[in-house]
């Protein structure tokens, strides 16, 4: 039985990826940062566990509480919608930590036993800032792209010895609690020069169309998991999809 630790398991993607990869009959380590009871199914094949990407000392003691893992799924992220102009430095490197930071210290983490294995899977959630730009998220495009490149050369890098790095790349999603998790984070981001700029710019993510659901994201870690063709590459949802083939 194969097992797969992912980050980020609170809510949105992460719980939906959690969920899928147990109902294939997986072992999963689910992770976030305060473990809440009854997200999650109980079942022998799942734990919670509790880990802050930001802090390697909760990184090393949730890879003890896991034990070996074939598949690690970095998700956990925060979101930041504001102009740049308006968000303190400090903000800035608070969603390098989580999205970009956290990232490379749990691939960096699970590295020795994937070598050694000459096996095992790293598929890094980004997003489609990365196919197509968007306004008021520079800071959080900054955070994902710099995955991307990273992602890139670690493909190549670990290709020798057996391990794959993969990319998905989910579309707008409602679903993900975006503006919610980072409702403090993003306060007085908006000044009024930028207001009604930024007004016109929600009304294009809310207006009708394709969207990202979670389970879009939750299948396209597992095909990115399970694809044998060397893409590199996974949009997930329509929106992202149509980007993609744009690009």
Not at 209 to 231: F, I, K, L, M, Y
Request: hydrophobic fraction near 45%.
């Amino acid at each position: 039985m194969k097992t797969v630790l992912i980050t980020g398991c609170s809510s949105g993607y992460g719980l939906a990826a959690a969920l899928h990869f147990h109902a294939q009959g997986w072992e999963v380590v689910a992770t976030m940062r305060k473990p809440q009871e009854g997200l999650l199914p109980r079942s022998p094949r799942l734990r919670v566990v509790p880990l802050d990407v930001t802090r390697p000392d909760s990184i090393a003691a949730a890879l003890r509480e896991s034990g070996p893992v074939d598949v690690l799924v970095n998700n956990a992220g925060l979101g930041l919608f504001g102009a740049f102009e308006a968000t303190p430095m400090a903000t800035v490197r608070e969603i390098f930590e989580t999205n970009t930071f956290g990232t490379m210290a749990m691939t960096q983490a699970v590295l020795p036993q994937f070598r050694a294995r000459r096996s095992g899977v790293i598929v890094n959630v980004t997003s489609s800032v990365a196919l197509a730009p968007f306004p008021l998220v520079a800071a959080y495009t900054a955070s994902k792209t710099a995955i991307e490149g990273f992602t890139d050369s670690l493909a190549l890098e670990l290709r020798p010895f057996g391990v794959r790095a993969r990319l998905v790349q989910p579309g707008y999603g409602p679903g993900t609690r975006f503006a919610e998790n980072g409702r403090e984070r993003m306060q007085g981001l908006v000044p009024e020069p930028y207001a009604a700029f930024a007004q016109a710019s929600l009304a294009v993510l809310t207006r009708p169309g394709p969207v990202t659901q979670a389970s879009d994201v939750a299948q396209a870690v597992w095909q990115a998991v399970h694809d044998e063709s060397g893409a590199l590459r996974f949009p997930a949802g329509a929106d992202a999809r149509a980007l993609a083939q744009a690009a």
